[in-house]
């Protein structure tokens, strides 16, 4: 297997900041707030030609009630049991604090490396702080600047010294350079989990993947970032993105619930498939028509999860009054999949994966322009186009341009002058005749340019 390096510290040393410079991204969300980082994210890192696994943690808090920073402390807890080798950050800047010494003393006791980076040793004053943190007891600190980059090549060293001297490692990490090479050229499906604030999005993807990864609980709000859980199911390599809840934008007006915003539609944005988990209790409100439409604008394929099924007492009706939502609200993806669940209690689950698999591959159709342009001339044939300044409109041609969505471009006299409701009615009759229910459909209108207005103009 591939090293696993976790990084550790009190909050706000520079571990997001760190695990950002070595996997070269700003997955993770860095500010000057203590404890932005609560579930614990993995990523590939890199130092030259050194790749390993590396895993950011929330702040150290040793809590051992089941509170909300319990639970945080019990998924800290989990990555260092994973690791193979612990990173432990301090700030230089603040010294070596008594909470330092008490995460110290208890990874002393750990029986793999600890090593331990003094961050921030970019002001003046760093090299008293570096020689008080000989006192922790973790061997020499070693100075370094994530933000800067400073120092960071010495962890080459330190991690490539400890892999030849682990034979079952070593052996391993020959081969990499194809191996790691080959899962991330393969083609993973990439689903978001979104929807407003504890609505069981963590949840859900702690029953898909079987393990409780992402924190849960009562309190809404728990997950403020976007998380990605890789996960194989079936023979099926997937991304997970567990998502921060969205709330309308009026309400939203601290800044870490905007950064916490932002990363979920970044997620979206990335995303092939787009769970959009209700509560069914409450159904389709306008924050959740909002986040639908976000969605499609951005061309993402989306089937909806009602949650908490088990709990809603009027089944039949339930089902009644989300068909007419979807049909009233949602008619831009006519056929959007809806499936009812309880993640709580792994029900229907296997259903909302067989969903997402259909979903996705509808999202990948391809048509052969020849069966479009036969399903156009019907489609003419049944309603002609209407008239412009006297003259009838021609649609001569229309081919599929791109899939993911599926993108088409149609071929006019006068592209200007067609209305929408003619465009609609195309739209609705491509997703009718070719199976393209619940997924937006792109048409691009095009105008052939006259190849002798140059001549007129002469």
Not at 239 to 245: E, I, Y
């Amino acid at each position: 297997m591939v090293i696993t390096v976790a990084i550790v510290g009190r909050p706000n040393v520079g571990k997001s900041t760190l695990f950002n410079r070595l996997t070269g991204s700003k997955q993770a969300l860095v500010d000057d707030t203590p404890g932005l980082t609560r579930d614990r994210r993995e990523g590939n890192a890199k130092i030259a030609n050194l790749k390993f696994r590396i895993i950011d943690t929330a702040g150290l808090d040793e809590v051992h009630n089941q509170s909300l920073n319990g639970r945080i402390w019990q998924q800290t807890k989990i990555a260092i049991h994973q690791a193979n080798m612990i990173l432990m950050v301090i700030d230089v800047r603040v010294g070596v604090t008594p909470l330092d010494s008490h995460f110290a003393n208890l990874l002393r006791k750990l029986k793999i490396p600890v090593v331990l980076l003094a961050n921030k040793c970019d002001t003046h004053g760093s090299i008293s702080t570096i020689n008080e943190a000989y006192k922790l007891g973790l061997g020499d600190p070693i100075a370094i600047s994530a933000e800067h980059n400073d120092g960071i090549y010495k962890l080459y060293y330190i991690i490539h010294s400890y892999i030849n001297d682990n034979p079952d490692l070593t052996a391993e990490y020959l081969r990499p350079s194809n191996h790691l090479k080959e899962i991330e050229n393969s083609r993973v499906l990439k689903i978001a989990i979104v929807g407003r604030p504890n609505v069981g999005k963590s949840t859900l993807v702690n029953r898909l993947i079987k393990e409780e990864r992402m924190l849960t609980g009562p309190e809404a709000g728990i997950t403020r970032e976007s998380i990605k859980v890789p996960w194989k199911y079936s023979n099926h390599e997937i991304h997970l993105f567990d998502t921060a809840g969205l709330r309308r934008k009026a309400k939203v007006v601290e800044k870490l619930e905007r950064m916490s915003t932002s990363d979920s539609m970044s997620a979206i944005r990335f995303a092939q498939v787009v769970i959009l988990v209700i509560d069914g209790n409450q159904m389709l409100q306008n924050q959740e028509l909002a986040i639908a439409n976000t969605v499609f604008k951005q061309g993402r394929s989306m089937i909806i999860a009602v949650n908490k099924w088990d709990a809603v007492s009027e089944k039949k009706a339930a089902s009644q009054r989300i068909r007419e939502q979807l049909n009233t609200s949602l008619s831009q993806a006519r056929g959007i999949p809806w499936i009812a669940i309880s993640a709580l209690h792994d029900t229907n689950l296997g259903k909302l994966l067989k969903a997402v698999f259909n979903i996705y591959k509808i999202w990948n159709t391809r048509i052969a322009t020849s069966q479009l342009n036969i399903w156009l001339k019907n489609m003419t044939e049944q309603h002609p186009l209407p008239l412009s300044r006297g003259r009838r409109l021609r649609l001569r041609y229309i081919t599929q341009v791109n899939s993911r969505p599926p993108t088409f471009a149609a071929f006019i006299n006068q592209a200007n002058e067609l209305p929408k409701s003619y465009i609609s009615y195309l739209i609705a009759g491509l997703r009718d005749e070719f199976g393209l229910s619940g997924v937006p459909i792109r048409l691009n209108l095009r105008t052939r340019r006259n190849p002798y207005v140059k001549m007129i103009d002469k």
